[in-house]
């Protein structure tokens, strides 16, 4: 019986999906929309947003209201930071991550995009394709989001017209095309009236695809898509050998989670960076002895032989190695208020380990609305860069293009302790 | 469009998707943090914590004591759970109390019976010092309020416990950052990602137990501001009151004088579930009577180092 199977209740499980638009393409009015129309938008927020709508004088209840924020921004009216949402459909779980448009957010739709499976991506049918747009999708590839879905919103300002419609697609396809983007798919909206969000409506009748939701319930989960090599990261290791149990005197459990792949008991693995090699005894959770873990699975390993393991080791499958490397060259957003000062070290955590670095060289700073490539020295916030480091200690690390967990690291600052850098290893 | 095509590996269902998420961050903890501690108050969504630490760490002992600062405004049965589990647990476990600081004049109160949920922050950075923790793991979620909703998962907290939304970490992927310098923490929420009704289809899945007060019982209450307030020594009838005799539960448990029950006759986890999911009202706005006051009044109290 396969771990899958011996799931108490089987669901579509769970999607994490990104908007992003400009100011006023209708993201908020969206996703109030999606929260509403799946009922759940609950009661007693609906009572706060329809007294803060009555004293700003709007007469209908504002949906956009719902997604706003925090007290500052609220006063500012903009939204400055990724807020997450949930909601369900019964059938799947989602979270949205809302990450707002303004060109100095950079940092921010990285930031949301890192967790996502799906972006929406709103286009104001009025306007079509923004340089806005370019710039949201190009995140969205460099971080490496498997689906995009652009959205054309608005279309009840433009006559519901099939024409404008496909002239926005084409568009899109052209730039989507020098890009390399490969899932796109499309969808006519009126966030405002509801129509192809969750209800079809019935002024979009020459749309024959699924609604927004539809799209949505039916998107491929994480990590299904694609046979993925089975990777491991050690988080903590459990020697509970002063417990009043004596059968656990030996005990040695490898605690963490399957980043991506699959292992089950009696397979070969091989530890990493120290090359030793075992074989899986037992996958456990809590006293349960599982035959397999799948992706995303949290699970303890106990191997066959006594293997001199700690967190930062990484367990892969014999022949599926990583690459275990004192140097790195990756796309780089800086997240950081200090500028990146070449001059310095940065610690760089990679799964779960930890280790100094030093650039070796700026390869070029990105301006990611037109994609030209720019000679840099230094690198300020929202910058994306092409960037090399050495490393103190070695990573076991793979392309963010083949796998999203042992591809990704961020730079922390050892003054401020503060993250400061994304990377997305080449 | 490959949106429909078949999905041809195994993936986890929601709740094992969170379960699996949230011990990663409890792990992550373990592994970050040279001292943390876990804040348990009895009620549901720390019960919920203290299972996922079971699965992240059993059969070790947890890397981490138990923490519970008390209001003392309790309901018993809250407080006789909370040490019946602890001792069931075999884990260490810390309180500190609300009273201790009023004594030691850090509490001040303005009238004897005002709520002292705000107050408890005090006494956590009190007991933070106490013990140099480096990190709070809490159970938080971020469904349960607006402020909320752009918490990270590691949250950071300068020396007075302040939270500053301007001055959060960017938090990618699933790499934390605890890293923090002598007197500063973080708070830990691993169940950031989970709304009510997950928590009570885990609790339903995994036989959680829970307090009595969880399930419909009958209680004297009256209707105070489209809340029912019960009738208890701390928050007697007042003159003209119409206290009336009816089966409520409770949602969330903290300070007697500002956690109101609603009305139900959810006696099992299962009907808990099923009003759940078709309520209409959010979890705090129909119970705590103290976030009425604002629809910001939660960011104000988080940024005075409230939980
Ligand atoms: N006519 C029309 N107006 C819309 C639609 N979607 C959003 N709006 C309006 O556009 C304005 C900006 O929307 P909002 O959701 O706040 O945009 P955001 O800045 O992207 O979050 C608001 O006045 C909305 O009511 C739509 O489909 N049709």
Redesign the pocket.
Same mark, same amino acid.
């Given at each position: 019986m396969s771990a899958i199977e011996r799931l108490p209740e089987i669901d579509n499980g769970l999607l994490r999906f990104l908007t992003c638009?400009?100011?006023?393409?209708?993201?908020?009015?969206?996703?109030?929309r999606l929260l509403y129309d799946t009922k759940a938008i609950l009661a007693d927020t609906l009572h706060a947003i329809a007294r803060t709508s009555e004293r700003r004088g709007l007469e209908a209840v &504002? *949906?956009?209201l719902l997604?706003d924020g925090l007290q500052a921004e609220r006063e500012q009216g903009?939204?400055i930071d990724v807020t997450y949402r949930y909601f369900t459909t019964g059938r799947r779980k989602y979270i949205v991550a809302d990450a707002?448009?303004h060109e100095q957010y950079t940092r921010n739709m990285v930031t949301a995009a890192s967790t996502a499976n799906l972006a929406i991506i709103?286009i104001d049918a009025r306007k079509g394709v923004l340089t806005q747009t370019r710039r949201h999708s190009y995140l969205a590839y460099l971080l490496g989001i498997p689906h995009i879905v652009v959205a054309i919103?608005?279309? &009840? *300002?433009v006559d519901y017209d099939q024409a404008t419609f496909e002239r926005i697609r084409a568009d899109y396809l052209e730039f989507a095309a020098t890009l390399g983007i490969g899932d796109v798919s499309f969808i006519p909206?009126?966030?405002?009236?509801g129509?192809m969000i969750v209800d079809r409506g019935e002024r979009i009748d020459w749309y024959q695809g699924p609604t927004l939701l539809g799209m949505l319930e039916h998107a491929p989960a994480a990590h299904c898509e694609r046979d993925e090599r089975f990777r491991f990261p050690v988080q903590f290791v459990c020697r509970p050998q002063r417990s009043a149990d004596l059968q656990l005197h030996d005990y040695r459990g490898f605690m963490g989670r399957v980043e991506s792949g699959e292992i089950g008991v009696g397979d070969e693995v091989l530890i990493l960076p120290s090359e030793k090699r075992s074989r899986v005894k037992a996958i456990e959770i809590h006293g349960r002895s599982l035959p397999r873990a799948i992706a995303e699975q949290s699970v303890t390993l106990l191997l066959e032989d006594e293997v001199d393991i700690s967190r930062g080791d990484m367990i892969v499958r014999t022949g599926e190695s990583t690459l275990v490397t004192r140097r790195i060259e990756a796309m780089l957003c800086w997240l950081g208020e200090t500028p990146l000062d070449p001059q310095r070290k940065y610690l760089i955590r990679q799964t779960t380990r930890e280790t100094r670095a030093a650039i070796e060289a700026i390869g070029y700073r990105l301006d990611i609305n037109t994609l030209q490539r720019l000679p840099a020295e230094r690198l300020g916030m929202n910058d994306i860069a092409r960037a090399s480091f050495k490393l103190a200690q070695p990573l076991c690390v793979d392309p963010y293009a083949d796998n999203r967990s042992t591809g990704a690291f961020i730079v922390i600052d050892e003054t401020t302790n503060n993250t400061v850098g994304a990377g997305m290893i080449l | 469009m490959s949106a429909l095509t078949l999905q041809p590996h195994a993936s986890l269902s929601h709740l094992d998707w969170l379960e699996s998420e949230s011990i990663h961050i409890l792990r992550e903890v373990a592994g970050q943090c040279a001292n943390p501690v876990l804040l348990f108050s009895g009620g549901k969504d720390s019960l919920v914590l203290l299972r996922l630490a079971e699965k992240a760490f059993r059969p070790g002992r947890f890397p981490f004591p138990l923490l519970n600062i008390d209001t003392g405004h309790n309901y018993s049965e809250v407080i006789d759970f909370r040490d019946f589990r602890a001792c069931q647990l075999n884990e260490r476990l810390i309180v500190r109390s609300v009273e201790d600081s009023i004594r030691r004049g850090t509490v001040v109160l303005k009238s004897p019976d005002e709520p002292r949920n705000k107050h408890q922050s005090v006494t956590l950075l009190e007991a933070i010092e106490e013990f140099g923790f480096d990190c709070c793991i809490g159970g938080a979620r971020r469904d349960e309020e607006k402020a909320r909703a752009k918490e990270r998962i590691f949250s950071f907290r300068d020396e007075f416990g302040q939270w500053d939304p301007k001055n959060q970490r960017s938090e990618l992927w699933d790499l934390y950052n605890a890293r923090v310098h002598k007197g500063e923490n973080i708070r830990a929420f691993p169940i950031s990602n989970w709304t009510e009704l997950d928590v009570w289809q885990y609790i339903a899945r995994e036989q959680i137990e829970l307090p009595a007060i969880y399930f419909a019982h009958k209680r004297a209450v009256v209707r105070r501001g489209g809340l029912l307030q019960p009738v208890t020594e701390l928050t007697p009838a007042r003159a003209g009151d119409v206290v009336e005799e009816l089966s409520v539960r409770f949602r969330t448990v903290g300070d007697i004088t500002c956690t109101a029950p609603v009305e139900s006759v959810a006696d099992t986890i299962a009907r808990i579930i099923e009003e759940t999911a078709a309520t209409t009202i959010t979890e705090r706005g129909e119970t705590r009577l103290d976030d009425q006051t604002s629809e910001a009044s939660m960011e104000q109290r988080k940024k005075e180092g409230y939980f």
């Open positions: 638009g400009s100011v006023d393409d209708g993201k908020s009015t969206l996703i109030g &504002d *949906l956009s997604t903009i939204t707002p448009g709103l919103n608005k279309m &009840d *300002l909206l009126s966030a405002l009236n129509d | -």
